[in-house]
T-cell receptor, first 114, second 112 residues
Framework: DSGVTQTPKHLITATGQRVTLRCSPR?????VYWYQQSLDQGLQFLIQ???????AKGNILERFSAQQFPDLHSELNLSSLELGDSALYFC?????????????FGQGTRLTVV | SQQGEEDPQALSIQEGENATMNCSYK?????LQWYRQNSGRGLVHLIL?????REKHSGRLRVTLDTSKKSSSLLITASRAADTASYFC????????????FGTGTRLTVIP
């Protein structure tokens, strides 16, 4: 158990809909990363937050947004969903940003858009 | 892009053999990390090597880093069937860059 909790584990939704993925980081970790992994692909970095502030942005679509709350949990909002958004979405947390320390991953949310 | 690229994309070996995976990256880094992913599950951290280190060991794992060639290798010795997984390298940027980029991974299959 990494200590990072992601909910829900599975999500099936229709095209055009909006969903929210939730991540609770490990206790004491200030940095949260979001990644998208399509079938048999690498991890695409989406966005990173550190202590409530956005710190880095990757290949995140305009239809996607995220935030980190004062209690440090984070949410990733995906809207106007398309079939191609079907993927595993991972959240990871670390004590600091910059990849200076190991990141701990949640078990992911498997999103299926039908 | 800072994203690393692993080579080979797939590797199949017999149990007991050694497995070597390589990672190349494009920009300056603070450190490089290796992670393992069992199918469809979250990644697990294996080892972190800093830019001023050349080699690091952890159990059956040996990681090397050559910053002049912008490359790293992960050696798993005496492989076991349980080592079957995907292995990713991840690079952390210089101070001020807060992201953690992952490569495309090497899919390792260890045949019992």
């Amino acid at each position: 158990d990494s200590g990072v909790t992601q909910t829900p584990k599975h999500l099936i939704t229709a095209t055009g809909q909006r969903v929210t993925l939730r991540c609770s980081p490990r206790s004491g970790d200030l940095s949260v990363y979001w990644y998208q992994q399509s079938l048999d692909q690498g991890l695409q970095f989406l966005i990173q937050y550190y202590n409530g502030e956005e710190r880095a942005k990757g290949n995140i679509l305009e239809r996607f947004s995220a935030q980190q709350f004062p209690d440090l949990h984070s949410e990733l909002n995906l809207s106007s969903l398309e079939l191609g958004d079907s993927a595993l979405y991972f959240c990871a947390s670390s004590k600091r940003g910059g990849g200076d320390t190991e990141a701990f991953f949640g078990q992911g949310t498997r999103l299926t858009v039908v | 892009s800072q994203q690393g690229e692993e080579d080979p994309q797939a590797l199949s070996i017999q149990e007991g053999e050694n497995a070597t995976m390589n990672c190349s990256y494009k920009t300056s880094i603070n450190n490089l990390q290796w992670y393992r992913q069992n199918s469809g599950r979250g990644l697990v951290h294996l080892i972190l090597i800093r830019s001023n280190e050349r080699e690091k060991h952890s159990g059956r794992l040996r990681v090397t880093l050559d910053t002049s060639k912008k490359s790293s290798s992960l050696l798993i010795t005496a492989s076991r069937a349980a080592d079957t997984a995907s292995y990713f390298c991840a690079t952390g940027g210089r101070t001020g860059a807060n992201n953690l980029f992952f490569g495309t991974g090497t899919r390792l299959t260890v045949i019992p």
